[in-house]
């Protein structure tokens, strides 16, 4: 077992475990070791920068679910853009479901929206479900606000996928472009560009958020497949 590994097992929490497998259900539970998040950051912090650091990066695929955790964590650590995207790209391949996807979440992406876009058009038409999902997660995080374009919801709404969790990312897209470019985003609603599950997710979801009016709610309901 490496030092990693084994710093992983000294913060195990076995009844944490048990309620944290039953949330990824794509993975297999004997690999899950049961590390509460901020035990993982403060792990990440105390290693990012060091030679232990970029030896354990460089050693995938890993074997436990928390090292992947932890792989997210210290590329979110990342202050480079360039090398934030190295990192990237050679980690997303081995993203195996949506708890690491989701991790990811580096900041240092921020300093490029163009060529962050140029990234996120190409994960965009990967055959990998978790590099799609990770593209879309970028497109809300980075693109919904002051640099929206409405052309960034065909992309999202343009994605054909059987894959459960490519589909939740496309209806927590739209159910959050709805809170915050509705006028736009509603369109695609009453349109019917999306799937049919996705689009009454989508809207499933806008219902549930505290963003949405009362009143874009009820119309909303009305737009239900």
Partial sequence: MTEIQERLFELKDEKYRDFNASLIPTVDKSIVIGVRVPAL??????????????????????????????????????????????????????????????????????????????HILRWLGSSHAYTQRFAMC???????????????????????SEEYYVRMMQAWYFATALAKQYDCAVKYIEGRRLEG?????????????????????????????
């Fill in 41 to 118: 950051r403060k792990l990440a912090r105390e290693l990012k920068g060091s030679p232990r650091a970029a030896e354990f990066m460089a050693a995938l695929p890993h074997h436990y679910h928390e090292e992947n955790l932890l792989q997210a964590l210290l590329i979110n650590e990342a202050k480079d853009f360039g090398l934030c995207i190295e990192e990237l790209e050679t980690f997303l391949p081995y993203v195996d479901n949506w708890a690491v996807c989701d991790m990811l979440g580096p900041k240092a992406l921020a300093k490029d929206k163009a060529g962050l876009m140029e």
């Fill in 197 to 225: 599950w996705t689009h009454n997710k989508s809207i499933q979801k806008a219902r549930e958020s505290f963003r949405v009016s009362p009143e874009h709610k009820e119309y909303l309901k009305t737009l239900k497949i």
């Fill in 138 to 160: 970028m497109l809300m995080s980075h693109f919904l606000d002051q640099d929206f374009k409405e052309e960034y919801l065909g992309l999202v709404a343009g994605l054909r």
